[in-house]
């Protein structure tokens, strides 16, 4: 017997084709986005002190109160709103744990959503898994900027959700103030809701600040805001985030959340509770940190073939290959991991319709030195 799929669209993630595809072919890695430096010293303190002190069983569904405090407490710090830790905070296993149960919330069969592509892989299977349908609306082709005017066409009588990612994977791109009151004169009147993709919030350059829905009023009443630790503290194998709502949607999402996971790893929920208060400098500073491996690495890019694109947020690196081939991205970059050794995540998986010509790879460059340098020694041979 061969069941009917539900997820007809839905092969293997082009992360983990592309990351077998570089141990086959001995690449240098700069696909999947994963650090390969250390987790801070504290957080793996904290984490050996939590197991041994016997944090070892099912935590609260909700997430331990002292992190869920802990959490309340750095959001009044950046962004000058305490959400309640209790009604409003919930902790998940990883962001896109979050970001399935606020869909799946919600969201009714026969409704829309919209998403904004290039989006991250993972929007459109939770859409389709609720039975609705991903409406997608193209950012920016040069600039990845979204255009509110065809956002706001875009929204009609079955709209139920839209969703936001700033700073933006695969681009880096981010959200104004500007676009955020745009987005609340356009979702006012409506009964939209808001799902807000805030993984590299505390990677940011350039001085510029993080407009978070959180610091916005009218949007976060009707928002889902998700977050993830392993993304600010360098371990996404530990696979813990949080998502911030008002009371009324925490407590739909809490719904899912427990029959999804139930709870999320005990022990490491102990130790980013006593990290967030004891070392609230590492997230103050990790965008200081990200910048000197962004400018490192776009002037060790310059002395390629490959022109870099701005990167205003985030730990990735557009580049623009055209004067190295003509093959689409997905050949490109298969290409590139067979022959040249280093392997890069093409463009068009965040698409549901690529634009025409594009030329663009994306390249992680949250890795150590000797890493970035390997890779660029390999790139100076195109």
Not at 3 to 13: E, I, Q, Y
Not at 320 to 327: F, G, M, W
């Amino acid at each position: 017997m061969k069941p009917d799929t539900k997820l007809p669209k839905v092969g293997t993630t082009i992360f983990t084709v592309m990351s077998q595809l570089a141990a086959e072919h001995e690449a240098v890695n700069l696909g999947q986005g994963f650090p390969d430096f250390p987790v801070p010293a504290r957080l793996v303190e904290e984490l050996d002190r939590a197991t041994r002190a016997g944090h070892n069983q099912y935590a609260p569904m909700t997430g331990i109160p002292a992190l869920r405090q802990a959490i309340a407490a750095k959001t009044a710090r950046v962004y000058g709103v305490r959400p309640d830790p209790d009604a409003e905070i919930t902790v998940t296993s990883g962001a896109t744990e979050a970001i399935f149960n606020a869909v799946q919330a919600v969201v009714r069969a026969g409704d829309e959503v919209i998403v904004l592509d290039p989006a991250y892989d993972s929007y459109e299977p939770a859409i389709e898994l609720a039975g609705a349908r991903a409406v997608h609306v193209p950012l920016d082709p040069q600039t990845f900027a979204p255009d509110w005017q065809r956002i706001g066409d875009a929204i009609g009588p079955k709209t139920s959700m839209l969703m936001i990612n700033s700073p933006h994977n695969p681009s880096g791109a981010m959200l104004s103030a500007e676009d955020m009151d745009t987005l609340a004169d356009l979702l006012r009147d409506s009964g939209v809701w808001l799902l807000s993709d805030e993984v590299y919030e505390h990677i940011v350059f350039d001085g510029a600040r993080h407009e978070s829905v959180l610091r916005h009023p009218e949007l976060r009443a009707r928002a889902f805001v998700v977050s993830s630790f392993g993304k600010t503290y360098h371990c996404t194998g530990w696979k813990l985030g949080y998502c911030i709502a008002p009371p009324a949607l925490s407590a739909e999402f809490r719904k899912v959340h427990q029959y999804n996971v139930f709870c999320t790893f005990a022990p490491a929920q102990h130790a980013f509770a006593a990290m967030l208060e004891a070392e609230p400098e590492h997230y103050e500073q990790l965008g200081a940190f990200y910048q000197a491996k962004r400018d490192r690495f776009r002037e060790q890019l310059l002395t390629t073939k490959l022109r870099p694109l701005p990167v205003p947020g985030g730990y990735f690196q557009l580049v623009d290959y055209s004067a190295v081939s003509d093959l689409d991205d997905a050949a490109f970059c298969r290409w590139l991991t067979r022959e040249r050794g280093v392997a890069a995540i093409p463009l068009s998986p965040f698409y549901e319709t690529p634009p025409a010509g594009q030329r663009l790879a994306r390249l992680c460059f949250a890795k150590n030195a000797a890493t970035l340098d390997a890779a660029i020694e390999r790139l100076q041979r195109l």
